[in-house]
């Protein structure tokens, strides 16, 4: 069974920085590409980073650019999103995602979530 | 970037309705589709990809359709654990954007 369990969330000032991790098990971790979505209280679904299966490729939400960083470590199972600088509207639960690996892209596996306060 | 438009954005339903979500591209993004179903305090759950093609477990009352610019979503009897929210998801180019979601409710 696959599974993605992600913390590293909590409370944190604006201008901080919080590291979020991703533990993945039940699936080979080095074959999938994975994401970071975020969901601001109340509000969609907001897509945040990508990174590839070798981490050669990968992507930013221009809300996040150059304030966070993805990164995974293969031998870890394990995705990463260090977050810089906070500001209010990063304040969400934030997702780890795995994408499938088919022809068509789609998010097959997501995680329970974890949340980021960003407050004063 | 793609912008995607849902309608409508809350539909009122009773179970064993038909009901039907849109979902339009602001460009053409061949069959590069999801659906998700999400509940309140959940993560969202895939339910078709490729456009059509029903995610394994999903029940059968749902499908997909649809290409290019226009799909849709259709559950064919609205059961009771159907009630939730649903969003389209383009993944023809980065930025991958999802649409802002219909509410289902009774």
């Known amino acids: 069974e696959v599974q993605l369990v992600e913390s590293g969330g909590g409370l944190v000032q604006p201008g901080g920085s919080l590291r979020l991790s991703c533990a993945a098990s039940?699936?080979?971790?080095?074959?999938?590409?994975m994401n970071w979505v975020r969901q601001a209280p109340g509000k969609g679904l907001e897509w945040v980073s990508y990174?590839?299966?070798?981490?050669?490729?990968?992507y930013y939400a221009d809300s996040v650019k150059g304030r966070f960083t993805i990164s995974r470590d293969n031998a870890k199972n394990s995705l990463y999103l260090q977050m810089n600088n906070l500001r209010d509207e990063d304040t969400a639960v934030y997702y780890c995602?795995?994408?499938?690996?088919?022809?068509?892209?789609?998010?097959?596996?997501w995680g329970q979530g974890t949340l980021v306060t960003v407050s004063p | 970037d793609i912008q995607l438009t849902q309608s409508p954005s809350f539909l009122s339903a009773s179970v064993g309705d038909r009901v039907s979500i849109t979902c339009r591209a602001s460009?053409?993004?061949?069959?590069?589709l999801a659906w998700y179903q999400q509940k309140l305090g959940k993560a969202p759950n895939l339910l078709i990809y490729?456009?059509?093609t029903l995610q394994s477990g999903v029940p059968s009352r749902f499908s997909g359709s649809g290409s290019g610019t226009e799909f849709t979503l259709t559950i064919s009897s609205l059961q009771p654990e159907d009630f939730a929210t649903y969003y389209c998801?383009?993944?023809?180019?980065?930025?991958?954007?999802f649409g802002q979601g219909t509410k289902v409710e009774i």
């Open positions: 460009q053409g993004i061949s069959r590069y």
């Open positions: 990174i590839s299966s070798s981490s050669s490729t990968i």
């Open positions: 490729a456009a059509s």
């Open positions: 998801q383009q993944l023809n180019t980065y930025p991958p954007a």
């Open positions: 039940g699936f080979t971790f080095s074959r999938n590409s």
């Open positions: 995602a795995r994408e499938g690996s088919g022809s068509y892209a789609y998010f097959d596996d």
